[in-house]
């Protein structure tokens, strides 16, 4: 920066800011031209708005992000501010997350042939154990109906249901609702697999054609 550019910006600054801060901005500025080529200093504003010019960075206690410049005032780099670190750092955890399952998912399935039977092979396998739950509701509630038989012969001939009659009820209805259950968790993890393969799928086609592209534009 030149001394008629940094009196100009003085000049202008002093619309804005009082005569003792402008003057701080010429000295600082001037400090700037002084330095050494390889000198380096560091910008940055506090928590009520002050502007700090030093030679050193400012203390480990300040969460803000400050700025490295040149002698000629050009920011060099800006060192970003406690939660921007945060943020850094927990996107880069989320950018090698995805990297490793993008390197597992090429390195399980040699083609997506494979990932597609793979997919059909665990649905199938959801599949079998619906189809014994369902074959286990059918003989649940052919007890039902002949233990409500049983109660309504007694009923018809002036007999209380027997505690053991209302026992195995209990427990029938009870079983019946818990293979119900079990049955609607089963559907819901087949469509979780589905959804999961749909987009592992998708991702897999996406980086064998940005595989295929790289090496055609290699070679």
């Known amino acids: 920066m030149k001394k008629s550019e940094l009196h100009k910006f003085a000049g202008h600054s002093s619309h804005c800011l009082s005569r003792g801060v402008a003057a701080v901005i010429v000295v600082t500025g001037m400090a700037l031209l002084a330095s050494?080529?390889?000198?380096?200093?560091?910008?940055?504003?506090?928590?009520?708005?002050?502007?700090?010019?030093?030679?050193?960075?400012?203390?480990?206690?300040f969460e803000e992000s400050t700025q490295v410049l040149s002698q000629q005032g050009v920011t060099l780099e800006t060192?970003?501010?406690?939660?921007?670190?945060?943020?850094?750092?927990?996107?880069?955890?989320?950018?090698?997350?995805?990297?490793?399952?993008?390197?597992?998912?090429?390195?399980?399935f040699p083609n997506e042939y494979d990932l597609i039977d793979t997919r059909d092979k665990?649905?199938?396998?959801?599949?079998?154990?619906?189809?014994?739950?369902?074959?286990q509701m059918v003989i649940l509630n052919t007890r039902l109906i002949s233990i409500e038989d049983r109660v309504a012969q007694r009923i018809d001939r002036n007999l209380s249901p027997s505690d053991a009659l209302e026992s195995d009820r209990i427990a029938v209805?009870?079983?019946?609702?818990?293979?119900?259950a079990?049955?609607?968790?089963?559907?819901?993890e087949r469509r979780q697999i589905i959804a999961q393969f749909d987009r592992d799928l998708l991702r897999y086609r996406e980086?064998?054609?940005?595989?295929?592209?790289?090496?055609?534009?290699s070679d």
């Open 207 to 217: 980086l064998r054609h940005s595989n295929t592209a790289t090496a055609t534009y």
């Open 122 to 135: 665990r649905v199938l396998h959801i599949d079998g154990a619906i189809a014994r739950m369902h074959d």
């Open 79 to 108: 060192i970003p501010g406690k939660e921007e670190q945060i943020e850094l750092a927990r996107l880069q955890r989320i950018e090698q997350e995805r990297k490793q399952r993008d390197d597992a998912l090429l390195r399980a």
């Open 36 to 61: 050494p080529a390889s000198a380096r200093w560091y910008k940055w504003v506090d928590e009520n708005g002050n502007i700090s010019y030093q030679d050193q960075p400012p203390p480990s206690s």
């Open 182 to 188: 079990l049955i609607s968790s089963k559907l819901r």
């Open 173 to 180: 209805l009870r079983s019946i609702d818990s293979t119900d």
